[in-house]
């Protein structure tokens, strides 16, 4: 065997024994601490030797027989699926989990001698942050109600079946309906918006405001707002920690612009971050100042607000109707009215929803028919006209702390959008 082959199959093997080892070190710290035991089923060694096993095979498959590995990864699965069987008849915890890992690492070793590390490296720690987060998983999967459930479906179903059906083409007056377009649009507001869910029920809706600020910046910073807004008024002592609840998820919502901006088009995202950037600093700035200061909003008392499963599907029609009107809108005013008029619509708009303006504000300039500039002009003062209705949320049913913390950084952030639209 030439010296390079030799090389590389010692490299080989040692990556992907380290790799096993730490798939094996987590098996064994979750077997021995958090359950207490002190035979292990597998764990580090094991682990490793199974690595080692993958990257052997492969080797073989390369130098003796390309159906080295195969046979290889067939009489594992046989072994361990005898071996499980074997325990689950004997009336203990079959590990039907620590099996798969292993079956897993095995073709983790075969990964690393075929030259895909970083595969091999990825693949190795998601199968560690899987294995770790069983509590976690467990908790979130006792939380989960049929509506969840149904909801979810019902949306994969849908989203399965209608996406690749739609026509792809314009259609309707100034061609402004593209109907695979605004399923897709659908699709990504109720993707971003549904993380924000699943964080929600993973966490809590008692694990500290500060949280909830953000994974409601995600869901629905508007509704963030109103909620914490009530719950100062109705418990002062909390003000404060509901006022960094209510920036952190206006400060979110702008980042949230950003990557939705960012996906649909890179021409608009392009002329747009700095800008977008700028306007969340003050936000960004104070929510930082209160969170270094130890003001995290750590209250486990009273009711946060309640997230409600975003994937449904009367609320996704209702978002792509929406966001085929405002479509309409902008396409019939620019050729009426020019850009001046789409600044108008843009403005009216963010009174109701900014997701919408954004997407199709974003998807007219990657196609062209907007200019970047004006783009970015109308989403910002789409985010002014929602940063003035939370204002007004904060000061109508606020306490009079929360109404003047948030006024006073909303007020930073409204001057610091005129600020852009001036400077471009």
Known sequence: MPHSDSYHLLLSLLVSGSLGALVGLERQWDEQFRHHRNRVLAGLRTFTLWALFGT????????????FFVTGFGAMALWLTLFLQRRARAGGDPGFTTGTAGMITFLIGG???WGQERVALVLAVSVM?????????????????MEDVRAALKFAAVTGVILPLVPDEAMGPYGAFNPHIVWMMVVLVSGIGFIGYLAVRAFGQRKGIAVTGVLGGIASSTATTLAMSRQSRERPSESR????????????MIWRVILLVGIVSPKAISASWLALIAVSLPG?????????RGGSGASDAGDLPE??????????????????VILLAVKATLAHQGNAGVLVVSGISGLIDVDAITLSLSQMTGMGTLPSATATHAILLAILSNTVIKGGMAALF???VLRREVLIVLGATALSVIAACLYL
Do not use: E, M
Not at 138 to 145: E, L
């Open 56 to 67: 052997l095979c492969a080797w073989f498959s390369q130098t003796v027989h390309a159906f």
């Open 111 to 113: 990964l690393v001698f």
């Open 129 to 145: 942050i899987l294995l770790a987060l069983k509590p976690v998983l467990h908790r979130f999967t006792r939380g989960i109600t």
């Open 241 to 252: 920690d509901c006022a960094l609840a209510i920036l952190l998820a206006c400060t979110i």
């Open 284 to 292: 960004a700035l104070w929510c930082l100042w209160r969170l270094t």
């Open 307 to 324: 997230y409600r499963n975003p994937l449904r599907l009367r609320v996704a029609f209702q978002f792509g109707a929406l966001y085929a």
């Open 398 to 400: 606020g306490s009079p």
